[in-house]
Antibody, heavy 125, light 107 residues
Framework: QLQLRESGPGLVKPSETLSLTCSVSGDSLTRSNFYWHWIRQPPGKGLEWIGG???????HYNPSLKSRLTISLETSKNQFSLNLASVTAADTAVYYCARPVGVIPGTLVTAFDSWGQGAMVTVSS | EIVMTQSPATLSVSPGERATLSCRAS??????LAWYQQKPGQAPSLLIY???TRATGIPGRFTGSGSGTDFNLTISSLQPEDFAVYYC??????????FGGGTKVEI
């Protein structure tokens, strides 16, 4: 059974770098046809897609975050990571890692049927 | 970027009633649209993808419809556990993947 688990500091100072790791069990990051994604949700607000990474290391980023964002793979540990630089209070959110449905014959379904439990990150001095 | 707009922001209904939630895309997304349910303190849960295909284990009272720019999620007879926030998401044209602002279904 697929499980995703986010881990990392719950408190980050303004202007510093937010770093989170998603540990995956029950599936392999190197399996084809999946991007592995990060999504966040500020308190009391809606969902924002952050970015995704393919098993080859190819990434897609939200243009609104691209200049500050790095998503990377550590395939030997079956993990992928998020680094968001120069954070402000606006980056305070619950951060989720997620895996999409994948390929249904004829269609790539990038809707998320597997989510981590979420990691709350607060940006504050 | 495709902007997703959900209405209403809040829907007040009684158990057993029918609820219809709307989602509009700023440009066509074909049928590449998903619906999620989120309860307090939990991650979102996928209900519908492909605009109308129920995800695994989702009961038949949840029905998705629409194509192009206009979509609906209908809950035929609201159960107590259905009171939650619902989000739509397009995956037709990305990056970025985009979500609607959500509809809260309350008693």
């Amino acid at each position: 059974q697929l499980q995703l688990r986010e881990s990392g500091p719950g408190l980050v100072k303004p202007s510093e770098t937010l770093s989170l790791t998603c540990s995956v069990s029950g599936d392999s990051l190197t399996r084809s046809n999946f991007y592995w994604h990060w999504i966040r949700q500020p308190p009391g607000k809606g969902l924002e897609w952050i970015g995704g990474i393919y098993y080859t290391g190819h990434t897609h980023y939200n243009p609104s975050l691209k200049s500050r964002l790095t998503i990377s793979l550590e395939t030997s540990k079956n993990q992928f990571s998020l680094n968001l630089a120069s954070v402000t209070a606006a980056d305070t959110a619950v951060y989720y890692c997620a895996r999409p449905v994948g390929v249904i014959p004829g269609t790539l379904v990038t809707a998320f049927d597997s989510w981590g439990q979420g990691a709350m990150v607060t940006v504050s001095s | 970027e495709i902007v997703m707009t959900q209405s209403p922001a809040t829907l007040s209904v009684s158990p057993g009633e029918r609820a219809t939630l709307s989602c509009r895309a700023s440009q066509t997304v074909s049928t590449n649209l998903a619906w999620y349910q989120q309860k307090p303190g939990q991650a979102p849960s996928l209900l519908i993808y492909g605009a109308s295909t129920r995800a695994t284990g989702i009961p038949g009272r949840f029905t998705g419809s629409g194509s192009g720019t206009d979509f609906n999620l209908t809950i035929s007879s609201l159960q107590p556990e259905d009171f939650a926030v619902y989000y739509c998401q397009q995956y037709n044209d990305w990056p970025p993947l985009t979500f609607g602002g959500g509809t809260k279904v309350e008693i």
